[in-house]
């Protein structure tokens, strides 16, 4: 027993060594270098304007309360977050296929789902600990405007859920870019991924509804939203909003917090075991 928990410590430790050193070759990078304003202009520029009492919203918009406006801004984490996954991840795989440094990687005596796992935690917080700072300095944001704070259990959530969707980025990019053959399939595949959730999804959603009977024209009435948050389980955007939207009270889509369990879950281990699955199978 004893030897075996030594052994957990032993593998934990170098998965942790692994992914560090992920996180420090994806951090001082040209790309990193895009993305770090990219965050802090939408999720702090978002935050701020949000907040500002003398926004000009629109009517069915509400920013009453610090919860409200990071409600709000998560769209715009949507947007920039999950494009860094894109931008760090897309080619993690078959960049390193292509230039015989995964074959290197293999040979060294250490299994192929720690090296996986290392290359799936390092993408993921590379772009998730900025996020999650400028996140919390958007609260400080928040406060400067509104003179409020969310609550603690509000922030957790916050915090959580981000950290959670940009997981499920990460496993999906890191993903296709083990199927992709080169640079290029790997970027139309890492972008065609993101523009699918990101931007289509929606349209997805409309199209299902007209088939199936129901009601698209007005995308207010209780049964499209009952109909889109069973579709947006199954994108991990939507997933992310239904997960903020269970702190909201003016929201009309409340699903049962068993369905959104379900569906974290999911998200969460499925993406990411295919990835390992796929990484073990690997020829290099």
Same mark, same amino acid.
């Given at each position: ?13 170098? &998965?942790?060594?692994? =992914? ?18 990219? &965050? ?26 610090? !919860?409200?406006?990071?409600? &709000?801004?998560?769209?715009? /984490?949507?947007? %920039?977050?999950?494009? +860094? ?15 015989? &440094? ?8 250490? %299994? ?22 400028? %996140? ?21 959530? !916050?915090?959580?859920?981000? =950290? ?6 990460? =496993?999906?990019?890191?993903? /296709? ?6 640079? +290029? %399939? ?48 199954? =994108? ?49």
């Amino acid at each position: 027993m004893g030897e075996n928990m030594n052994n957990y410590i032993e593998i934990l430790k170098l &998965l942790f060594k692994l =992914s560090k050193m992920e996180i420090k070759n994806n951090l001082f990078t040209i790309r990193m270098m895009v993305l770090m304003p990219i &965050l802090l202009l939408f999720i702090g520029g978002a935050s701020w304007g949000f907040s500002d009492q003398n926004a000009q919203l629109p009517a069915d918009v509400s920013a009453n309360t610090p !919860f409200e406006v990071l409600f &709000l801004t998560s769209v715009f /984490v949507l947007f %920039s977050a999950t494009l +860094g996954v894109v931008l760090i991840g897309f080619d993690g795989i078959s960049r390193k296929k292509n230039s015989r &440094l995964l074959a290197i990687e293999f040979c060294q005596p250490t %299994s192929r789902t720690i090296l996986g796992l290392s290359q799936l935690f390092g993408v993921w917080l590379t772009v998730a600990l900025p996020t999650i700072i400028i %996140s919390l300095f958007s609260i400080l944001l928040i406060y400067k405007q509104m003179n409020a704070f969310p609550t603690i259990g509000e922030i957790i959530l !916050f915090i959580f859920a981000t =950290s959670l969707v940009l997981l499920w980025y990460a =496993s999906i990019q890191l993903l /296709v870019s083990s199927i992709a053959k080169d640079v +290029g %399939s790997a970027v139309t595949l890492g972008v065609g991924t993101w523009l699918l959730f990101t931007m289509i999804w929606l349209l997805i959603t409309a199209l299902l509804a007209t088939l199936l009977g129901v009601d698209a024209t007005d995308t207010n009435n209780s049964q499209f939203a009952l109909f889109s948050s069973k579709v947006d389980m199954f =994108s991990p955007n939507g997933l992310y909003q239904l997960l903020l939207e269970a702190k909201l009270e003016n929201i009309s889509r409340d699903l049962p917090i068993w369905q959104l369990s379900i569906a974290t879950i999911c998200w969460t281990f499925i993406p990411s075991s295919f990835f390992i699955w796929r990484f073990n199978k690997l020829a290099v």
